[in-house]
C-alpha cells in the first residue's frame, strides 16, 4: 500500500503527464511558433527584464526580476542559472535569436565584462506573438468551465504555486460593484443552485429567492435600496442585498458566496458594506432572517454587531429547519 506521500507523487506525474500533453510541451515548437519552449522562456525572461512597469501590470514579472535591478536587463549567466540552464545550450539561442535580428547586447557600464540583453523592435513583436498566442491557447483550455468554477481554479492554482515553493501569488483583487441589469437573475439562479448543493433545500427556495428579486427591483428606491456583487479577479462570486422595510428599518437579504470564491473575506466586506450604507442612509435597525443550519453566515452576523432576536421551526425547502430573526440597531 502507497504511503500518502506515495500517492501524491503519483498524482503529481499523472498530472504532469495529463497536462504536458493538453497544452502541447510534447510538441515541437511552442504555439505553433517558431520558438521552442526553451527558446521561449528566454525570450520572454528577456524581454520582461527590460519591460518591468508592463511586467508588473500584467503581473508576469520573470523570475529574474526579485533578484537583480529591473531597469538594467539580465546577462546571460543570470538567465542560465535561473531557467537552470547549460550556458552553452543557452550560447546557442542567443546566437541564433541575434542572427534573426531579435536581441542585442551591449557591456555593462558598471563592469564592461558584462554584457546585458535586450530585445530589438523585431524581437519585442516576435514576444508579443508568442504571449498572444499562449493566451489563447488558455482560454481555450479553460474555455468548457462554467464562471461559478473559474476562482476555484485560480485558488488552486495559487495554493499549488506558494506549496510547491514559488513565489508568492499576489492576492486576487476583490471588488464589491453595484448591481447591473441581469445580475438579480444571477444572484437567484446561483443561490438556489449552491444551497440544493451544499443543504439540499428544494425548488422552493428558488421560488423564495425569486420573490425576493422581483420586488427589489419592482420596488426599487434609489437611494433607499442596495445591492452589491462581489468580484474576484473581474468575475461574481458573491452578493447581498439592501432593501427598505419602512423609514427606521431596512432588511439584510440574499447573502451569499460561491464555493470557490471563500476564504477571501468576502462574506465579510458585503455584510460590513450592507451595515455601512445602512447607517449611511440613516436606518435605526437592520434586521435579517436567516436559518440555524447556515452556520457561516450567522458568524459573520454576530461578528458586525447582530443580535439573535427570535427562533422559530418550520418546515420549509423539503427540511425541517429552525429561522432566525436577527437585528442590529443602528
Known amino acids: 500500500m502507497l504511503s500518502a506521500r506515495e ?15 493538453t497544452i502541447g510541451l510534447l510538441e515541437e515548437t511552442l504555439t505553433r511558433s517558431p520558438f521552442t519552449l526553451t527558446e521561449a522562456r528566454v525570450l520572454f525572461e528577456i ?18 526580476a526579485d533578484t537583480f535591478h529591473l531597469d538594467e536587463g539580465p546577462a546571460a549567466s543570470e538567465i542560465a ?21 531579435l536581441t542585442e547586447a551591449r557591456a555593462d557600464d558598471a563592469d564592461r565584462r558584462r554584457r546585458i540583453l535586450s530585445l530589438t523592435k523585431a524581437g519585442e513583436k516576435a514576444l508579443a506573438g508568442l504571449q498572444a498566442a499562449a493566451d ?43 448591481h447591473r441589469v441581469g445580475d438579480v437573475g444571477w444572484v437567484i439562479h446561483r443561490q438556489a443552485y449552491l444551497y440544493a448543493q451544499e443543504y439540499g433545500w ?13 420586488n427589489f427591483i419592482r420596488d426599487f428606491k434609489p437611494g433607499r435600496d442596495f445591492c452589491w ?28 458566496v460561491e464555493e470557490g470564491a471563500r476564504g477571501h473575506g468576502i462574506g465579510a466586506r458585503l455584510v460590513d458594506e450592507c451595515v455601512r450604507q445602512a447607517r449611511e442612509c440613516g436606518y435605526e435597525r437592520l ?9 457561516a453566515a ?3 452576523y454576530e461578528r458586525a454587531g447582530f443580535k439573535l432576536v427570535a427562533e422559530e421551526k418550520h418546515h420549509s425547502f423539503g427540511k425541517d429547519l429552525v429561522g432566525q430573526t436577527w437585528e442590529l440597531v443602528l
Open 298 to 300: 450567522r458568524k459573520l
Open 136 to 178: 489563447q491557447d488558455i482560454e481555450a483550455l479553460v474555455g468548457a468551465l462554467p464562471d461559478e468554477k473559474l476562482p476555484e481554479l485560480g485558488k488552486s492554482l495559487r495554493v499549488m504555486t506558494e506549496l510547491l515553493g514559488g513565489a508568492a501569488a499576489e492576492a486576487p483583487q476583490i471588488v464589491l460593484r453595484p
Open 202 to 214: 428544494s425548488i422552493e427556495f428558488e421560488a423564495l429567492l425569486a420573490e425576493i428579486g422581483a
Open 229 to 256: 456583487i462581489a468580484e474576484l479577479d473581474a468575475l461574481p462570486v458573491g452578493a447581498v442585498f439592501l432593501v427598505h422595510e419602512n423609514d427606521a428599518t431596512a432588511k439584510l437579504r440574499m447573502l451569499h
Open 47 to 64: 524581454g520582461h527584464r527590460n519591460s518591468p512597469v508592463d511586467a508588473r501590470a500584467s503581473g508576469e514579472l520573470g523570475f529574474l
Open 287 to 295: 434586521v435579517l432572517w436567516t436559518n440555524d443550519v447556515l452556520g
Open 81 to 101: 542559472t535561473d531557467l537552470r540552464l547549460d550556458p552553452a545550450y543557452l550560447t546557442r539561442i542567443l546566437k541564433k535569436f541575434a542572427a534573426a535580428g
Open 7 to 21: 500517492a501524491l507523487v503519483s498524482q503529481i506525474r499523472g498530472f504532469n503527464r495529463s497536462y504536458t500533453r
